[in-house]
Nanobody, 124 residues
Framework: VQLQASGGGKVQVGGSLRLTCAASGRTTKTYAMGWFRQAPGREREFVAGISWSGKGTAYADSVKGRFTISRADDENTVYLQMNSLRPEDTAVYYC??????????????????WGQGTQVTVSS
């Protein structure tokens, strides 16, 4: 499965961006989808995840109340609405999916397909 992320860019503090990730390729169910990010000099970290039904979501404490993850009805597209952006949100954002049934939607080790990153830069 291929994942294509888009929607990154430059925004001022307090602004908003919406990231989109579309899964395509071989017919594989995306049981969970998620967003991770990596800032310069830091390890990749979990941002938000969503179950295949969309009923289960998880967020990193640092983004709770500001970011919202959702997925389209086709189950193969996931969005990350980012509001009230802060300079510390600056990072390369990666989308990922879990293509097997059993696992979480928040643990990096459970995601087995990754897309290319999209840069998000928040300036003060």
């Amino acid at each position: 499965v291929q994942l294509q992320a888009s929607g990154g860019g430059k925004v001022q503090v307090g602004g908003s961006l919406r990231l989109t990730c579309a899964a395509s390729g071989r017919t594989t169910k995306t049981y969970a989808m998620g967003w991770f990010r990596q800032a310069p000099g830091r390890e990749r970290e979990f941002v938000a995840g969503i179950s295949w039904s969309g009923k289960g979501t998880a967020y990193a404490d640092s983004v709770k109340g500001r970011f919202t993850i959702s997925r389209a009805d086709d189950e193969n597209t996931v969005y990350l609405q980012m509001n009230s952006l802060r300079p510390e949100d600056t990072a390369v954002y990666y989308c990922a999916t879990r293509t097997y049934y059993s696992g979480s939607y928040s643990q990096e080790r459970d995601f087995d397909s990754w897309g290319q990153g999209t840069q998000v830069t928040v300036s003060s």
